[in-house]
Antibody, heavy 122, light 110 residues
Framework: EVQLMESGGGLVQPGRSLRLSCTAS????????MSWVRQAPGKGLEWVGSIKKKVHGGATEYAASVEGRFTISKDVSKAIAYLQMNSLETEDTGMYYC?????????????WGQGTLVTVSS | QSVLTQPPSVSAAPGQMVTISCSGSGSNIGKNYVSWYQQLPGAAPKVLIY???MRPSGIPDRFSGSKSGTSATLGITGLQTGDEADYYC???????????FGGGTKVTVL
């Protein structure tokens, strides 16, 4: 059974940094693509970024709103995905979901964690 | 303002059918597969449809997906109270090089 557990959320001041972790189990973490999606309070879903499958070189892609500030990485030995968030803004407040990406003919967001809440406020 | 346009809400009585539209453009839905997600109140989203028409194992056949041109549709038949949730479409936008979501549609069972 695929399990994803996010951690690291909390209250942080604007301009500061925070690192979210996503502990994974139940699948071949080293080979699979992972994504982060966030949801501001009472709002819809917003893609944050993804790290591609190992066979695709593990490249990263980001939404324009976080490009240059956020970094996604994977520690395969620990089966943990990270979202490093720098220069945080109040607009970054929301629930952050870690996702294992599935593939049919194309990608989709297959398995979701329960999310971790990030609040950016002074 | 979302790149993909969904109606804010739809409603129907138990046992009836609802459809949720997702309208995009040639650079997103027109070129790429669409996936659909259900978010029950207070829960994380769950995939209902991938590759525009495919259901993951465990998703009942009451849920269906279709795509035509630059629009996609999610259908729910035999509506149940447990289907009350927010529903989102998503795809890749080849011009923006980003994943785009619809704004979400709230389904209410009357």
């Amino acid at each position: 059974e695929v399990q994803l557990m996010e951690s690291g959320g909390g209250l942080v001041q604007p301009g500061r940094s925070l690192r979210l972790s996503c502990t994974a189990s139940g699948f071949n973490f080293g080979d699979d693509a992972m994504s982060w999606v966030r949801q501001a309070p009472g709002k819809g879903l917003e893609w944050v970024g993804s790290i591609k499958k190992k066979v695709h070189g593990g490249a990263t892609e980001y939404a324009a709103s976080v490009e240059g500030r956020f970094t996604i990485s994977k520690d395969v030995s620990k089966a943990i995905a990270y979202l490093q968030m720098n220069s945080l803004e109040t607009e970054d407040t929301g629930m952050y979901y870690c996702i294992r990406v599935g593939y049919g003919s194309s990608w989709y967001f297959d398995n979701w964690g329960q999310g971790t809440l990030v609040t950016v406020s002074s | 303002q979302s790149v993909l346009t969904q109606p804010p809400s739809v409603s129907a009585a138990p046992g009836q059918m609802v459809t949720i539209s997702c309208s995009g453009s040639g650079s997103n839905i027109g070129k790429n597969y669409v996936s659909w997600y259900q978010q029950l109140p207070g829960a994380a989203p769950k995939v209902l449809i991938y590759d525009s028409t495919m259901r993951p194992s465990g998703i009942p056949d009451r849920f269906s997906g279709s795509k035509s041109g630059t629009s996609a549709t999610l259908g729910i038949t035999g509506l149940q109270t447990g289907d009350e949730a927010d529903y989102y479409c998503a795809t890749w936008d080849s011009s923006l090089s980003v994943v785009v979501f619809g704004g979400g549609t709230k389904v209410t069972v009357l």
